[in-house]
């Protein structure tokens, strides 16, 4: 990630999707995306929500959906067609800060009309190949990237490099394929 170009990034609290954990994420927000990683120092993210398309922004209200963050304050969720992302902020001022800066980056997406992956990293099938690299992708962990939308396969390895193409990043899901 171009550090010029990071639109906001510090430390959140995010709730797991399967197992409802709380576990503190180093975010980074970056060109319609938001990442969510162990560390500062992490080579690639353990998430990655594409902020284009049908995706909201707003404070939680407790009670709309279920959620162990309930019992938190300062919690917002990403929502998208697949999944709402719950994450708490340290105070109610980061909390907004973090939401304004995804309304911003929502809008510009909308304008531009500008339309992601949804990347979920994941552990690849036996025999499935990295769109970027065209390699075989290790069965063993959570070793890929794969787009909710249209099915492309990127190698964790890979994706610092796939991530650093903005052609790369556009999703075409009308064809069933993405552009790389």
Same mark, same amino acid.
């Given at each position: !990630?171009n550090?010029k170009?990071?639109?906001?990034n510090?430390?959140?609290?995010k709730?797991?999707?399967?197992?409802?954990?709380l576990?503190?994420?180093w975010?980074? &927000?970056?060109? @319609?995306?938001?990442?969510y990683?162990?560390?500062?120092?992490?080579?690639?993210?353990?998430?990655?929500?594409?902020?284009?398309?049908d !995706?909201?922004?707003l404070?939680f209200?407790?009670?709309?959906?279920?959620?162990?963050t309930?019992?938190k304050?300062?919690?917002f969720?990403?929502?998208?067609?697949?999944?709402?992302? @719950? @994450?708490?902020?340290?105070?109610?001022t980061?909390?907004?800060?973090?939401?304004?800066?995804?309304?911003?980056?929502?809008? +510009?997406?909308?304008?531009?009309?500008?339309?992601?992956?949804? &990347?979920?990293?994941?552990?690849?099938?036996s025999?499935?190949?990295?769109?970027?690299?065209?390699? #075989?992708?290790?069965?063993?962990?959570? +070793?890929a @990237?794969?787009?909710?939308?249209?099915?492309?396969?990127?190698?964790? #390895?890979?994706?610092?490099a796939?991530?650093?193409?903005?052609?790369?990043?556009?999703?075409?899901?009308?064809?069933?394929?993405?552009? !790389?």
């Amino acid at each position: !990630v171009n550090a010029k170009q990071v639109m906001k990034n510090g430390w959140l609290t995010k709730e797991g999707g399967k197992h409802k954990n709380l576990t503190r994420r180093w975010c980074v &927000l970056y060109s @319609f995306t938001l990442y969510y990683c162990k560390n500062e120092k992490s080579e690639w993210p353990q998430g990655v929500i594409a902020l284009t398309g049908d !995706v909201s922004c707003l404070p939680f209200v407790p009670g709309t959906t279920a959620s162990n963050t309930a019992v938190k304050g300062n919690v917002f969720v990403v929502r998208t067609k697949n999944r709402d992302y @719950f @994450f708490i902020a340290e105070t109610p001022t980061i909390m907004l800060e973090w939401i304004n800066a995804i309304k911003g980056c929502l809008a +510009q997406a909308q304008e531009r009309g500008v339309i992601y992956h949804h &990347l979920t990293k994941i552990g690849a099938k036996s025999g499935s190949t990295c769109n970027l690299c065209k390699s #075989k992708i290790a069965t063993h962990g959570r +070793q890929a @990237f794969v787009c909710e939308e249209c099915g492309i396969l990127v190698h964790t #390895k890979c994706f610092p490099a796939f991530e650093q193409t903005p052609a790369n990043l556009e999703c075409n899901k009308a064809s069933g394929a993405g552009s !790389v």
